[in-house]
């Protein structure tokens, strides 16, 4: 139908295009499986509950494959089964992730933001030609932009796992809840721009900056950063770390019947 036909975001090609999820879908699956899923967009006073999950005309349908073969079908499963994820045997606040594909994991993640930039659900979200730049490394599976420069000069992933260590919301609980994209104000205009997102228990960071040096010092022990040489150490923690999620708690516990796990 003609009005399905528009200019896929990834290709460029004038193609049918397919409704795209822009948080993969298989978080949605597992956060409803259980129940409903618990949908927080900060800046709204209210946690929705809903069963549909957001999605925009966006891809035509072969960038739909491209981006779930090439990252969604490695990335989700990391996530949602931790197949490379464990316990850390010395401490028990953090998490080992080790023997990942960084170049998968590191698109993977870098492909959620991608979309919601050129999204216009996201409207408040743009990069200007930082958005050409994801999309030539997405389409080609490369981070090399040119010699010398690569995507991930300009683009730091950190991941983090959040616990309630009050106990009040269990693991089960929390993994039930998406947090949208959402932007974070930084301090001075160098500082660059700080999205994040959570899901599945895991606070996903982006930080936008030619200069990082947030969280440098964890970084260089390895802990919170993405990190190249397939390993890391997520920390763990805690909700009251974080003023936005104790806000998007607050929400979710007061929407507690659609948390509650099935007996
Ligand atoms: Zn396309």
């Known amino acids: 139908?003609?009005?399905?036909?528009?200019?896929?975001?990834?290709?460029?090609?004038?193609?049918?295009l397919r409704k795209s999820h822009i948080i993969p879908r298989s978080y949605f699956k597992h956060a409803k499986s259980n129940g409903q899923?618990?949908?927080?967009?900060?800046?709204?006073e209210l946690a929705k509950l809903t069963n549909s999950d957001p999605k925009?005309?966006?891809?035509?349908?072969?960038?739909?494959?491209?981006?779930?073969?090439?990252?969604?079908?490695y990335g989700t499963r990391i996530f949602l089964d931790r197949s490379?994820?464990?316990?850390?045997?010395?401490?028990?606040?953090?998490?080992?992730?080790?023997d990942y594909d960084y170049?998968?994991?590191?698109?993977?993640?870098?492909?959620?933001l991608w979309r919601a930039l050129v999204s216009n659900r996201y409207s408040n979200m743009d990069l200007g030609q930082f958005n050409e730049m994801l999309r030539q490394?997405?389409?080609?599976?490369?981070?090399?932009?040119?010699a010398c420069l690569r995507l991930d000069h300009f683009l730091h992933i950190y991941?983090?796992?959040i616990r309630d260590k009050s106990g009040q919301i269990t693991g089960e609980q929390m993994r039930r809840v998406i947090l949208d994209l959402n932007v974070e104000e930084t301090r001075h205009p160098g500082d660059g721009i700080i999205y994040y997102m959570m899901l599945h228990g895991f606070l996903i960071v982006y930080h936008c900056s030619a200069v990082n040096d947030i969280q440098?010092?964890?970084?260089?022990?390895?802990?919170?950063?993405?990190?190249?040489?397939?390993?890391?150490?997520?920390?763990?923690?805690?909700?009251?770390?974080?003023?936005?999620?104790?806000?998007?708690?607050?929400?979710?516990?007061?929407k507690r019947e659609s948390l509650k796990e099935p007996k």
């Not at 925009?56 to 079908?73: A, D, P, T, V």
């Not at 490394?137 to 040119?146: F, V």
Request: a positive charge; hydrophobic letters at 40%.
């Open 216 to 254: 440098e010092k964890n970084a260089k022990k390895g802990i919170g950063k993405l990190k190249k040489k397939g390993k890391m150490l997520i920390e763990i923690k805690d909700l009251t770390d974080f003023d936005v999620l104790v806000r998007v708690f607050n929400v979710a516990v007061s």
């Open 103 to 112: 170049l998968k994991v590191f698109l993977y993640l870098a492909s959620i």
């Open 159 to 161: 991941v983090c796992k």
């Open 84 to 98: 490379k994820i464990s316990r850390c045997k010395h401490d028990d606040n953090l998490l080992v992730f080790k």
């Open 137 to 146: 490394c997405i389409l080609k599976g490369k981070i090399c932009i040119k």
């Open 56 to 73: 925009e005309r966006l891809l035509c349908q072969s960038c739909e494959q491209l981006l779930s073969q090439k990252y969604e079908n």
């Open 1 to 16: 139908m003609a009005e399905n036909i528009g200019v896929c975001k990834l290709c460029f090609e004038s193609k049918e």
């Open 37 to 44: 899923l618990v949908w927080v967009n900060e800046g709204e």
